[in-house]
Protein backbone atom coordinates (compact mmCIF):
# COMPACT_ATOMS: atom_id res chain seq x y z
CA UNK A 1 0.00 0.00 0.00
CA UNK A 2 1.17 3.72 -0.51
CA UNK A 3 1.29 6.12 2.31
CA UNK A 4 -1.86 8.33 2.80
CA UNK A 5 -1.55 12.30 3.59
CA UNK A 6 -2.12 11.50 7.19
CA UNK A 7 0.84 8.95 7.62
CA UNK A 8 3.32 12.04 7.71
CA UNK A 9 2.74 13.24 11.06
CA UNK A 10 2.52 10.03 12.38
CA UNK A 11 5.86 9.04 10.88
CA UNK A 12 7.55 11.98 12.79
CA UNK A 13 5.51 11.21 16.02
CA UNK A 14 6.65 7.56 15.46
CA UNK A 15 10.42 9.07 15.64
CA UNK A 16 9.87 10.82 18.36
CA UNK A 17 8.06 7.90 20.36
CA UNK A 18 11.43 6.09 20.00
CA UNK A 19 13.54 8.89 20.84
CA UNK A 20 11.48 9.82 24.10
CA UNK A 21 12.25 5.96 25.01
CA UNK A 22 15.40 6.84 25.87
CA UNK A 23 14.88 9.83 28.04
CA UNK A 24 17.04 12.05 26.16
CA UNK A 25 16.57 15.88 26.47
CA UNK A 26 13.93 18.12 25.05
CA UNK A 27 17.19 19.38 22.09
CA UNK A 28 17.81 15.95 21.37
CA UNK A 29 13.88 15.40 20.51
CA UNK A 30 13.94 18.53 18.53
CA UNK A 31 16.65 16.76 16.37
CA UNK A 32 14.93 13.72 15.81
CA UNK A 33 11.88 15.36 15.13
CA UNK A 34 13.60 17.51 12.36
CA UNK A 35 15.71 14.94 10.92
CA UNK A 36 11.76 13.19 10.05
CA UNK A 37 10.42 16.53 8.75
CA UNK A 38 13.42 17.11 6.74
CA UNK A 39 13.37 13.78 5.54
CA UNK A 40 9.99 13.44 4.32
CA UNK A 41 9.88 16.72 2.85
CA UNK A 42 12.30 15.71 0.11
CA UNK A 43 9.35 13.68 -1.66
CA UNK A 44 7.46 15.12 -4.34
CA UNK A 45 5.05 12.54 -3.84
CA UNK A 46 4.75 9.31 -1.52
CA UNK A 47 4.77 6.16 -3.56
CA UNK A 48 5.87 3.92 -1.52
CA UNK A 49 4.23 2.17 1.85
CA UNK A 50 4.16 3.48 4.94
CA UNK A 51 6.43 0.96 6.48
CA UNK A 52 8.98 2.38 3.69
CA UNK A 53 9.06 5.74 5.37
CA UNK A 54 9.24 4.50 8.71
CA UNK A 55 12.57 2.96 8.67
CA UNK A 56 14.47 5.67 7.40
CA UNK A 57 13.29 8.05 10.37
CA UNK A 58 13.74 5.01 12.60
CA UNK A 59 17.89 5.07 11.31
CA UNK A 60 18.11 8.99 11.85
CA UNK A 61 17.09 7.87 15.56
CA UNK A 62 19.41 5.63 15.55
CA UNK A 63 22.26 7.67 14.46
CA UNK A 64 21.47 10.87 16.52
CA UNK A 65 21.10 8.64 19.91
CA UNK A 66 23.43 6.27 19.26
CA UNK A 67 21.36 3.80 20.50
CA UNK A 68 21.16 0.88 18.39
CA UNK A 69 18.11 -0.61 20.16
CA UNK A 70 15.64 1.73 21.64
CA UNK A 71 12.57 -0.86 22.31
CA UNK A 72 15.31 -3.52 24.14
CA UNK A 73 13.55 -2.68 27.66
CA UNK A 74 10.08 -2.26 26.40
CA UNK A 75 10.11 -5.87 24.34
CA UNK A 76 11.88 -7.48 27.55
CA UNK A 77 8.57 -6.27 29.80
CA UNK A 78 6.41 -7.05 27.15
CA UNK A 79 7.41 -10.31 26.68
CA UNK A 80 7.38 -11.45 30.40
CA UNK A 81 4.19 -9.84 30.94
CA UNK A 82 2.98 -11.35 27.25
CA UNK A 83 3.99 -15.13 29.17
CA UNK A 84 2.30 -14.00 32.61
CA UNK A 85 -0.78 -13.37 31.03
CA UNK A 86 -0.84 -16.26 28.27
CA UNK A 87 -0.58 -18.55 31.39
CA UNK A 88 -3.32 -16.87 32.90
CA UNK A 89 -5.91 -17.72 30.15
CA UNK A 90 -7.21 -21.34 30.06
CA UNK A 91 -6.19 -21.49 26.75
CA UNK A 92 -7.33 -25.17 26.08
CA UNK A 93 -10.59 -24.54 27.08
CA UNK A 94 -10.68 -21.28 25.14
CA UNK A 95 -9.78 -23.28 21.92
CA UNK A 96 -12.22 -26.21 21.94
CA UNK A 97 -14.15 -26.20 19.00
CA UNK A 98 -12.34 -24.72 16.66
CA UNK A 99 -8.68 -24.58 17.41
CA UNK A 100 -7.17 -22.87 14.14
CA UNK A 101 -9.62 -20.27 14.26
CA UNK A 102 -9.11 -19.71 17.95
CA UNK A 103 -5.52 -19.84 17.50
CA UNK A 104 -5.70 -17.20 14.95
CA UNK A 105 -8.17 -14.67 16.69
CA UNK A 106 -5.74 -14.80 19.36
CA UNK A 107 -2.58 -14.04 17.67
CA UNK A 108 -4.75 -11.45 16.19
CA UNK A 109 -5.43 -9.79 19.95
CA UNK A 110 -1.63 -10.13 20.63
CA UNK A 111 -1.43 -8.00 17.83
CA UNK A 112 -3.47 -5.17 19.67
CA UNK A 113 -2.21 -4.84 22.84
CA UNK A 114 0.73 -2.67 23.91
CA UNK A 115 1.90 -5.13 26.83
CA UNK A 116 4.54 -2.26 28.37
CA UNK A 117 2.22 0.40 28.78
CA UNK A 118 -1.42 -2.24 30.66
CA UNK A 119 -1.13 -3.23 33.73
CA UNK A 120 -0.77 -7.38 33.60
CA UNK A 121 -4.45 -6.71 35.06
CA UNK A 122 -5.87 -4.72 32.29
CA UNK A 123 -3.97 -6.29 29.56
CA UNK A 124 -5.71 -9.59 31.18
CA UNK A 125 -9.21 -7.54 31.32
CA UNK A 126 -8.87 -6.52 27.58
CA UNK A 127 -7.96 -9.63 26.56
CA UNK A 128 -11.03 -11.23 27.66
CA UNK A 129 -13.11 -8.71 26.34
CA UNK A 130 -11.71 -8.90 22.71
CA UNK A 131 -11.70 -12.88 22.91
CA UNK A 132 -15.83 -12.23 22.35
CA UNK A 133 -14.59 -10.44 19.07
CA UNK A 134 -14.91 -11.46 15.47
CA UNK A 135 -13.07 -11.23 12.71
CA UNK A 136 -14.60 -8.03 10.77
CA UNK A 137 -12.98 -10.00 7.55
CA UNK A 138 -12.35 -13.52 7.93
CA UNK A 139 -10.96 -15.51 5.33
CA UNK A 140 -9.88 -18.30 7.89
CA UNK A 141 -12.34 -21.32 5.98
CA UNK A 142 -10.03 -20.08 3.01
CA UNK A 143 -7.18 -20.84 5.19
CA UNK A 144 -8.55 -23.98 6.24
CA UNK A 145 -9.52 -25.23 3.25
CA UNK A 146 -6.03 -24.17 1.55
CA UNK A 147 -4.25 -25.94 4.67
CA UNK A 148 -5.55 -29.43 3.81
CA UNK A 149 -3.38 -29.43 0.70
CA UNK A 150 -0.30 -27.42 2.22
CA UNK A 151 2.96 -28.84 4.23
CA UNK A 152 5.02 -25.56 4.80
CA UNK A 153 3.48 -22.13 6.53
CA UNK A 154 6.06 -19.30 6.81
CA UNK A 155 4.99 -16.98 9.60
CA UNK A 156 6.35 -13.41 9.23
CA UNK A 157 6.73 -11.98 12.76
CA UNK A 158 5.59 -9.03 14.31
CA UNK A 159 6.35 -6.95 17.86
CA UNK A 160 7.77 -8.46 20.83
CA UNK A 161 5.04 -9.46 23.39
CA UNK A 162 2.77 -10.83 20.52
CA UNK A 163 5.32 -13.33 19.51
CA UNK A 164 4.11 -14.63 22.83
CA UNK A 165 0.37 -15.05 21.28
CA UNK A 166 2.09 -16.20 18.47
CA UNK A 167 2.94 -19.98 19.96
CA UNK A 168 -0.41 -20.71 20.27
CA UNK A 169 -1.27 -20.41 16.19
CA UNK A 170 2.42 -22.79 16.20
CA UNK A 171 1.38 -25.12 18.42
CA UNK A 172 -2.13 -25.97 16.42
CA UNK A 173 -0.57 -25.87 12.99
CA UNK A 174 2.26 -28.57 13.90
CA UNK A 175 -0.96 -30.35 15.99
CA UNK A 176 -2.32 -30.64 12.29
CA UNK A 177 1.02 -31.97 10.71
CA UNK A 178 2.55 -28.58 9.24
CA UNK A 179 5.92 -27.94 9.10
CA UNK A 180 5.90 -24.27 10.63
CA UNK A 181 9.02 -21.74 10.42
CA UNK A 182 8.79 -18.35 11.90
CA UNK A 183 10.90 -15.18 10.76
CA UNK A 184 12.07 -12.62 13.16
CA UNK A 185 13.63 -9.06 12.00
CA UNK A 186 17.51 -9.89 11.69
CA UNK A 187 18.42 -6.50 13.76
CA UNK A 188 16.69 -4.15 16.23
CA UNK A 189 14.02 -1.77 14.72
CA UNK A 190 10.85 -0.40 16.84
CA UNK A 191 9.57 -2.46 18.89
CA UNK A 192 10.09 -6.09 16.44
CA UNK A 193 10.54 -9.30 17.71
CA UNK A 194 14.30 -10.52 17.24
CA UNK A 195 15.74 -13.65 17.80
CA UNK A 196 16.54 -12.92 20.81
CA UNK A 197 12.85 -12.38 21.89
CA UNK A 198 12.30 -15.42 20.11
CA UNK A 199 14.81 -17.07 22.59
CA UNK A 200 13.67 -15.64 25.39
CA UNK A 201 9.68 -16.62 25.70
CA UNK A 202 10.63 -20.41 23.86
CA UNK A 203 9.77 -19.97 20.43
CA UNK A 204 12.61 -21.73 19.17
CA UNK A 205 11.94 -24.36 20.99
CA UNK A 206 7.97 -24.51 19.21
CA UNK A 207 9.18 -24.62 15.54
CA UNK A 208 12.36 -23.38 13.69
CA UNK A 209 12.78 -19.96 13.60
CA UNK A 210 14.78 -17.71 11.07
CA UNK A 211 15.68 -13.84 10.72
CA UNK A 212 14.76 -12.05 7.52
CA UNK A 213 18.67 -10.72 7.49
CA UNK A 214 17.76 -6.80 8.39
CA UNK A 215 16.20 -4.64 10.31
CA UNK A 216 13.35 -3.17 7.62
CA UNK A 217 10.24 -2.19 8.92
CA UNK A 218 7.42 -4.72 7.70
CA UNK A 219 9.17 -6.95 5.13
CA UNK A 220 11.08 -5.83 2.09
CA UNK A 221 12.27 -8.76 -0.14
CA UNK A 222 14.50 -6.79 -1.88
CA UNK A 223 17.30 -6.80 0.92
CA UNK A 224 16.03 -10.00 2.47
CA UNK A 225 18.76 -12.83 3.39
CA UNK A 226 18.76 -15.80 1.23
CA UNK A 227 17.92 -17.69 3.89
CA UNK A 228 14.50 -16.20 4.47
CA UNK A 229 14.08 -15.91 0.49
CA UNK A 230 14.39 -19.85 0.12
CA UNK A 231 11.72 -20.16 3.26
CA UNK A 232 9.62 -17.71 1.12
CA UNK A 233 10.03 -19.90 -1.92
CA UNK A 234 8.94 -22.87 -0.38
CA UNK A 235 6.16 -21.73 1.76
CA UNK A 236 2.99 -23.32 0.69
CA UNK A 237 1.16 -20.43 2.73
CA UNK A 238 2.38 -17.27 4.05
CA UNK A 239 0.88 -15.67 7.45
CA UNK A 240 1.96 -12.13 7.54
CA UNK A 241 1.28 -10.80 11.40
CA UNK A 242 0.82 -6.70 12.29
CA UNK A 243 0.46 -3.87 10.48
CA UNK A 244 3.56 -2.91 8.95
CA UNK A 245 3.80 -6.47 7.23
CA UNK A 246 0.45 -5.92 5.65
CA UNK A 247 1.61 -2.34 4.58
CA UNK A 248 4.72 -3.58 2.63
CA UNK A 249 3.61 -6.60 1.50
CA UNK A 250 0.12 -5.98 0.16
CA UNK A 251 0.83 -5.47 -3.17
CA UNK A 252 2.34 -8.84 -3.53
CA UNK A 253 0.39 -11.13 -6.06
CA UNK A 254 2.31 -13.95 -6.73
CA UNK A 255 2.31 -15.83 -3.33
CA UNK A 256 -0.09 -16.76 -1.39
CA UNK A 257 -0.49 -14.46 2.14
CA UNK A 258 -2.62 -14.63 4.71
CA UNK A 259 -2.85 -11.09 7.03
CA UNK A 260 -3.48 -11.68 10.55
CA UNK A 261 -3.55 -8.31 12.15
CA UNK A 262 -5.80 -5.22 13.89
CA UNK A 263 -6.46 -2.10 11.79
CA UNK A 264 -4.76 0.52 13.67
CA UNK A 265 -5.74 3.56 11.60
CA UNK A 266 -7.42 4.91 8.71
CA UNK A 267 -5.62 3.84 5.83
CA UNK A 268 -4.90 0.28 7.18
CA UNK A 269 -8.98 0.41 7.13
CA UNK A 270 -9.86 1.65 3.99
CA UNK A 271 -6.63 -0.49 2.27
CA UNK A 272 -7.98 -4.05 4.06
CA UNK A 273 -11.57 -3.01 3.70
CA UNK A 274 -12.02 -3.64 6.98
CA UNK A 275 -15.31 -0.73 8.86
CA UNK A 276 -12.98 0.92 11.57
CA UNK A 277 -10.34 1.45 13.79
CA UNK A 278 -9.69 -1.81 16.23
CA UNK A 279 -10.93 -4.39 13.79
CA UNK A 280 -9.66 -7.76 13.53
CA UNK A 281 -8.36 -8.63 9.90
CA UNK A 282 -7.63 -11.98 9.14
CA UNK A 283 -7.16 -11.20 4.60
CA UNK A 284 -6.17 -13.54 1.91
CA UNK A 285 -4.15 -11.17 -0.07
CA UNK A 286 -6.22 -12.15 -3.52
CA UNK A 287 -9.38 -14.27 -3.52
CA UNK A 288 -9.77 -17.85 -3.66
CA UNK A 289 -10.36 -19.27 -6.98
CA UNK A 290 -13.65 -21.01 -5.97
CA UNK A 291 -14.00 -19.54 -2.76
CA UNK A 292 -17.35 -18.09 -1.14
Sequence with gaps: MRAYPECIPCLVKQGLNAAEKLNLPKEKLYEVAKAGVRYLAQFEEFDRSPAYYAYHIQKFVKELTGVEDPFREIKRISNLKAEEILNKLNVEEYLKGDRLRRALKLSAIGNILDFAILSEEEAYGKILQ?????????????????????????????????????????????ELGKEVVYAVKGAPILNDATLEDAKMVSLTSLCRVITNGNDRVGTDLSVASEEFLNEWQRADLVVSKGQANFESLSGIGDKVIYFLLTAKCRPVVLESGASKVGDLIFKRNKPLEGGN
Design 130 to 174: LLEKDFAIDHSEWFERELETSERVLILGDNAGEIVFDKVLVKVLK
